[in-house]
Structure formats: C-alpha cells, structure tokens
C-alpha cells in the first residue's frame, strides 16, 4: 500500500515560519498532484496550495505571497515553506497526492491522504 508521512509542524509566533514536508512511500508507480489542505477546528477543510507533476503551482488566496509549495520527484516528497504566518494559519494541515500503484493500470490514480501535522501559529 501507499502511506503518506507529514513532519515539520509545531509552534511559532505570528511572522514566523515553518517548513512541513511529506513524504509518499509503497508500491508507488508515478505521482500526479500532491497538495496540502488544512482544516481548522469548527470549520471545513480546505485547499492551501497544489503542485501537479510538472506543473505551476496553485495557491488559496489567504495564503498567495506567503506560501510555497515545491516537490522532490526523486523523494517522492511535497514540501510547503510557510512565511510571514498568521494566527489564522491554525490549523492541523494534511498532505494529500494523486498515485498510480504498482498492479494497477497506470492511468488509475488513487487519492492518499496522511495523517496530518499541528501547526499552531500564536499572537
């Protein structure tokens, strides 16, 4: 099976900072889109940015100018480097990505998502 990893959440003052990463491990054949959303307690998740293989990013406009997604296709690995964060940032944030698996026809992707990593941003 395929298992999503998200690290590198915690806790900053607002105008701080913090780099989550996720890695994708299994019987992954190739990846498509990998994305981070985030889901705040009382509300609903939500898409904070998207990254398809060999595409350009897309951003949520509360986060444009202050994240950047980037992958490392040889890691199979999604990164978001979070800047000048806000109390409104709170959130437990989830990776989510688009694979084809080994066994399976190489056009069918699966939706994986992981478990989710606190990011705790204070004022």
């Known amino acids: 099976q395929v298992q999503l990893v998200e690290s590198g959440g915690g806790l900053v003052q607002a105008g701080g900072s913090l780099r989550l990463s996720c890695a994708a491990s299994g019987s992954i054949f190739s990846i498509n889109a990998m994305a981070w959303h985030r889901q705040a307690p009382g509300q609903a998740r939500e898409l904070v940015a998207a990254?398809?293989?060999?595409?350009?990013?897309n951003y949520a406009d509360s986060v444009e100018g202050r994240f950047t997604i980037s992958r490392d296709n040889a890691k199979n690995t999604v990164y978001l480097q979070m800047d000048s964060l806000k109390p409104e940032d709170t959130a437990v944030y989830y990776c989510?990505?688009?694979?084809?698996?080994?066994?399976?026809?190489?056009?069918?992707?699966?939706?994986?998502w992981g478990r989710g990593t606190q990011v705790t941003v204070s004022s």
């Open positions: 990254l398809a293989s060999g595409g350009t990013p």
């Open positions: 989510n990505a688009d694979i084809s698996i080994h066994g399976s026809p190489s056009w069918k992707l699966y939706d994986f």
